[in-house]
């Protein structure tokens, strides 16, 4: 008897075992570097396998002070049929160096977050849960915009130069 109850136990604490290890194997993350923004966008494509992920795109701030960032999963199914490629709870953080929460998106599809942010170094991670039949794919994209007033002198300046070519034409 007690070596039956012995065997049930250990088949028991056996399954148990291998239970949690495919739900911890179900997690990813991944590291990314976007170097410093530019108004060039930095994109990147993911596709990962279901269950939930977490990941990281490390970047910094130079001369131009807002970053725009977005992210939109790439669902492929739905409309009556079971989704092939899906992500579920798709949302953006936002976090400086100090491990400080700056931004979180709404959450969804597509997700956008906004900053404007100091000289320095920052990252986002990008989380949900792939939950398609073989995963789930994002599209994340995040770029340095230059401030209203930036654009006002850019314009100002083409403006002399229009004045001066002018000037130039008619003497």
């Given at each position: 008897?007690?070596?039956?109850?012995?065997t049930r136990f250990t088949r028991l604490l056996g399954a148990a075992a291998l239970a949690l290890g495919l739900a911890?194997?179900?997690?990813?993350?991944?590291?990314?570097?976007?170097?410093?923004?530019?108004?060039?966008?930095?994109?990147?494509?993911?596709?990962?396998?279901?269950?939930?992920?977490?990941?990281?795109?490390?970047?910094?701030?130079?001369?131009?002070?807002?970053?725009?960032?977005?992210?939109?999963?790439?669902?492929?199914?739905?409309?009556?049929?079971?989704?092939?490629?899906?992500?579920?709870?798709?949302?953006?953080?936002?976090?400086?160096?100090?491990?400080?929460?700056?931004?979180?998106?709404?959450?969804?599809?597509?997700?956008?977050?906004?900053?404007?942010?100091?000289?320095?170094?920052?990252?986002?991670?990008?989380?949900g849960t792939a939950d398609g039949s073989s995963g789930g794919a994002y599209l994340f994209s995040i770029a340095a915009?230059?401030?209203?007033?930036?654009?006002?002198?850019?314009?100002?300046?083409?403006?002399?130069?229009?004045?001066?070519?002018?000037?130039?034409?008619?003497?």
């Open positions: 008897m007690i070596r039956t109850l012995s911890a194997g179900n997690a990813s993350a991944s590291t990314f570097s976007a170097g410093t923004l530019t108004s060039a966008a930095y994109v990147n494509s993911q596709t990962l396998p279901v269950g939930s992920f977490l990941d990281t795109y490390n970047f910094s701030i130079g001369a131009l002070p807002t970053a725009l960032s977005s992210s939109v999963s790439i669902d492929l199914g739905g409309s009556g049929m079971p989704y092939f490629l899906h992500i579920s709870g798709l949302v953006l953080k936002l976090y400086d160096s100090g491990n400080n929460l700056l931004g979180t998106s709404l959450t969804g599809s597509p997700t956008f977050l906004n900053a404007t942010l100091a000289t320095g170094a920052y990252y986002m991670t990008v989380g915009i230059p401030e209203p007033g930036q654009w006002l002198m850019l314009l100002a300046g083409v403006a002399m130069l229009g004045v001066m070519v002018r000037r130039r034409a008619a003497i």
